[in-house]
């Protein structure tokens, strides 16, 4: 069997060195035409006539290649057998080109048929991923950047040449870098501050658009988290809050209630309420730490004092704070009911200690 083989071979050898290549022929298509194109005709480029392909039984040899181009002897053409896809015939390489011979028998005769598949531009570019997700920190300085993955484009050439855009450019702008190994890093660039309290997420617009004629584009939508930083201090409602008591008020009695808001979130916008008063005070009231609500935990005795100042601070997990201040607690010691005649109604009297001044006055008519 190897002795067969040997000689098989050698005969072969012998044969194509005696018949060696009578001419060679090119051709270009473009890929992806439809079965039964016409690639050239053969007959005219070798200058054989129709009458020797039959009698030479000519036909084409294509090796370990698919047979893509097909020979008709009558019309002395080549056409393609099936539609050629560049892409998977020959992925990136360039030039993409089908080996043939154009084979001849009585005598043997032996033509180089080379068939050059031309790229058309069939694919758009596509982004690795469907969506693209950033958490950045509001404190992410100006100029930090945040690297993208480049599309891809099966085509060759200019039909794979990408350029990128990025919308809106209100934060951020497209950076791409030329590599040595010929690759462009591409990424966004903050350029402007981000700021979650105004903003918390964004979403921007990633196009690639190729080089191709007509030119093919694919977007990829870019979602960004703003994360939060503890930039903003408890801010009260009021500045400064009022509030009256009678002097009889049980202990536990709310008397009023301070509010602060944080436009942070999360820990650095959980409020605490403490009292930063001094003195005698901080037996008589309490701030609720959660609520803001001023209670009454003492006795008021109006013989004691008849104002009190109360300095109440709200305060961020982050540290940040804010006060205000109840600059009096007034406690009247009497109220009585008195009927207006005119009208019917009664009408509390009061008697208020405002500072230092003792005044006497009638509240709003209170209807019964
Ligand atoms: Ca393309
Ligand atoms: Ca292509
Ligand atoms: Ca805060
Ligand atoms: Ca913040």
Excluded at 19 to 35: A, L, Q
Aim: overall charge negative; aromatic content about 8%.
């Amino acid at each position: 069997m190897a002795s067969f083989v040997m000689w098989h071979a050698t005969a072969l050898f012998m044969i194509l060195f005696r018949y060696s290549v009578r001419g060679h022929i090119s051709y270009s298509i473009p890929e992806e035409m439809p079965k039964g194109s016409i690639v050239g005709n053969i007959s005219q480029g070798l200058g054989l006539d129709l009458k020797r392909l039959k009698s030479g039984k000519a036909r084409i040899f294509a090796g370990d290649n698919t047979e893509f181009v097909g020979l008709n002897k009558e019309r002395g053409i080549l056409l393609t057998e099936e539609k050629i896809d560049r892409e998977a015939l020959c992925a990136k390489t360039t030039p993409c080109a089908l080996h043939l011979q154009l084979i001849l028998e009585n005598p043997m005769e032996w033509y180089d048929v080379t068939v050059e598949i031309i790229d058309i531009n069939d694919n758009a570019p596509s982004f690795p991923k469907g969506e693209i997700t950033f958490e950045i920190s509001e404190s992410a300085v100006i100029g930090a950047r945040f690297m993208l993955e480049n599309a891809i484009d099966l085509d060759v050439g200019s039909n794979s040449h990408l350029s990128y855009s990025l919308k809106p450019t209100d934060n951020f702008v497209l950076s791409l870098q030329s590599q040595t190994d010929g690759d462009r890093n591409m990424e966004m660039v903050l350029q402007k501050v981000l700021d979650r309290e105004n903003k918390e997420q964004l979403s921007l617009l990633l196009t690639a658009v190729d080089g191709g004629e007509p030119q093919l584009t694919s977007t990829v939508r870019i979602h960004v988290t703003v994360l939060d930083i503890n930039d903003n201090p408890p801010v009260f409602n009021q500045r400064v809050y009022k509030a009256t008591l009678p002097e009889n008020t049980p202990k536990d009695t709310v008397i009023t209630s301070v509010s602060a808001s944080d436009a942070d979130e999360g820990s650095n916008a959980i409020i605490t309420y403490y009292m930063s008063s001094t003195g005698d005070v901080n037996d008589l009231f309490m701030v609720d730490a959660r609520s803001g609500k001023i209670i009454l935990k003492g006795s008021a005795d109006f013989e004691k004092a008849s104002r009190y100042q109360l300095n109440i601070q709200a305060r961020d997990q982050g540290g940040l704070s804010d006060s205000c201040k109840l600059p009096w607690v007034a406690l009247y010691s009497y109220a009585c009911l008195k009927r207006d005649l005119k009208t019917s109604a009664y009408i509390v009297l009061l008697s208020l200690s405002v500072w230092n001044t003792e005044i006497r006055r009638s509240s709003q008519n209170v209807f019964l």
